[in-house]
């Protein structure tokens, strides 16, 4: 979850893109719309684990497994 309450989802395999994807579905639509879908930079992955951690007003990316 977001700071607003919007859900996040770390999408790592099969995507679209080829790349990790990040998806964030509003509070506001009760889920059932997105406010954004991004491609990023990043590789697909199948030995790690992504997560969102919490930084002064936005959000932050961190690679905590592998």
Same mark, same amino acid.
């Given at each position: 979850m977001s700071a607003k309450g919007d859900l996040v989802y770390i999408k790592?395999? %099969?995507t679209g893109?080829?790349?990790? @994807? $990040?998806? =964030?579905? &509003?509070? @506001? &639509?009760? $889920? /059932? &719309?997105?406010?954004? /879908? =991004?491609g990023t930079d990043f590789? =697909? @992955?199948? %030995?790690g684990t992504w997560c969102l951690a919490p930084r002064i007003g936005?959000?932050?990316y961190c690679d905590i497994t592998r």
């Open positions: 790592t395999r %099969n893109t080829g790349k990790i @994807e $990040y998806h =964030v579905a &509003s509070k @506001e &639509s009760r $889920y /059932q &719309s997105f406010t954004k /879908q =991004v590789a =697909v @992955e199948d %030995n936005r959000l932050a």
